[in-house]
């Protein structure tokens, strides 16, 4: 249910901004910091598609490159 709900969100998003008018969300990917009780951080990778299935390896790896070193037109 969690990554769904992320999709949902990602989803949501889209309203906002113009460049995605009628787009549809197929596949996520999401780096978030956390910290622990005990003051302990991590950096936790997530990725998901519709119905909060797991991308393949090589699609989740192209999405990383592209965020990073794509044209960001």
Do not use: C
């Not at 009628?22 to 302990?40: Q, R, S």
């Not at 989740?60 to 794509?70: N, V």
Request: charged share 20%.
């Amino acid at each position: 249910m969690g990554d769904e709900t992320i999709h949902q969100a990602i989803e949501a998003s889209a309203e906002h901004n113009e460049k995605l008018d009628g787009a549809l969300l197929v596949g996520w990917f999401v780096v978030a910091e956390w910290i622990g009780a005990d003051g302990t951080r991590s950096l936790v990778r997530m990725a998901g598609t519709p119905g909060g299935a797991v991308p393949p390896t090589w699609q989740t790896k192209g999405y990383l490159h592209e965020s990073l070193y794509g044209d960001w037109a």
